[in-house]
């Protein structure tokens, strides 16, 4: 049987998640079940709220275009979130809108934005950032909403980072070919520590940002292999990498 049940939507809330609590849908969710899915009150409806696992509810209708969730069972208990952190410089807003999902979707525990020499544009937009992060997480059957921390400049991104946290440098000038033999040699793959990954805009970092990354210790610089990439493209790419060589899909 399979570990999520993917015929049942899935809705994050805010509220408390117990044993017969009720739950009244905003416009936009009734519109969802309702007129867009056409759910009858004997289908189920998934509910998590990132604290208190996954619940399974029934609908109540409330009125033409209204209703109530009723909260039956818990389904999960909720997992911890991922300890792996995403840093990336921001792209134009559709591209950033993929690039959240993916990195999402991809394990990242938290993601921030990261203001670089060649970085785009500097306006984020952080509740559109953080609705496609809920929505990556409502799809994809995670328990735990991973944080959006404030954007920041490389500098201060860097010096956040705890000094055990080792950093994963995209970098299409990393003198290491093989980067499986680049990420197995910077820690003990049986043991990694945390973990946390930095893409840089398409135009690349500038050499001074570059020596900057490079002079932190516990960091390791990586190629994604011969193709310049696009940065959210890398993304998928990346994290792709590290979660199978140091990560849970080891």
């Keep these: 049987m399979a570990a999520y049940d993917f015929t049942a939507p899935r809705l994050h809330v805010a509220a408390d998640l117990h044993v017969g609590a009720s739950l009244p849908l905003d416009r936009a969710q009734a519109n969802y079940l309702l007129n867009v899915l056409r759910r009858k009150p004997e289908d189920p409806v998934l509910l998590f709220n990132g604290r208190d696992g996954e619940w399974r509810a029934s609908l109540v209708p409330s009125g ?28 134009k807003s559709a591209r950033l809108d993929y690039l959240a999902q993916k990195a999402v979707e991809m394990g990242a525990g938290a993601i921030r934005p990261v203001f670089t020499r060649y970085t785009q544009g500097e306006r984020i937009n952080l509740e559109r950032l953080g609705a496609n992060v809920v929505e990556a997480a409502e799809q994809c059957g995670i328990l735990a909403i991973p944080a959006v921390a404030e954007p920041a400049r490389l500098p201060e991104a860097l010096a956040d980072l705890a000094s055990e946290r080792l950093l994963v440098f995209c970098d299409e000038d990393a003198p290491v070919a093989d980067p499986v033999a680049a990420l197995r040699g910077a820690t003990d793959p049986a043991a990694p520590p945390p973990l946390a990954v930095l893409v840089g805009p398409e135009g690349g970092f500038a050499p001074e940002e570059r020596e900057l990354i490079a002079a932190r210790p516990n960091t390791v610089a990586l190629s994604l292999g011969p193709r310049i990439l696009r940065a959210d493209t890398a993304a998928v790419a990346v994290l792709a990498l590290v979660q199978a060589v140091l990560g849970d899909a080891r």
């Excluded at 909260?71 to 792209?91: C, G, I, K």
């Design 64 to 91: 033409r275009k209204s209703a109530d969730l009723a909260v039956l069972e818990r389904t999960r208990p909720q997992t911890a979130a991922s300890d792996l952190h995403y840093l990336f410089a921001p792209l």
